[in-house]
Nanobody
Framework: QVQVVESGGGLVQAGGSLRLSCAAS????????MGWYRQAPGKQRELVAS???????NYADSVKGRFTISRDNAKNTVYLQMNSLKPEDTAVYYC???????????????WGQGTQVTVSS
């Protein structure tokens, strides 16, 4: 139905920057929202940032002022610009897309496979 693919992860030193990309494709009728989550080993997955089709955004307190989420509706793509990275930002980052497919015409949350972000001291 709908596929979600992340890219842009990697290894970076503390204070550096990375830009993550997430592209949704397939039988998409509409996308209601897109967001980024992260999960470190032994910890639960947590919301990092999200955005709706109307343009509203939401950020975790730990990343406010450092991360910026943006969306290109025409390309069904969302980005996460990460600046001033800290070692505690190390995690697998997952993209989530709430979309309505042309197969079901019902909203559903689709997850990507994740991309590793490692911040060294």
């Amino acid at each position: 139905q709908v596929q979600v693919v992340e890219s842009g992860g990697g290894l970076v030193q503390a204070g550096g920057s990375l830009r993550l990309s997430c592209a949704a494709s397939g039988s998409i009728f509409s996308i209601n929202a897109m967001g980024w989550y992260r999960q470190a080993p032994g910890k639960q997955r947590e919301l990092v940032a999200s955005t709706t089709s109307g343009g509203s955004t939401n950020y975790a307190d730990s990343v406010k002022g450092r991360f910026t989420i943006s969306r290109d509706n025409a390309k069904n793509t969302v980005y996460l610009q990460m600046n001033s990275l800290k070692p505690e930002d190390t995690a697998v980052y997952y993209c989530n897309t709430v979309a309505i497919s042309t197969m079901t015409y019902r909203p559903y949350a689709y997850w990507g496979q994740g991309t590793q972000v490692t911040v060294s001291s």
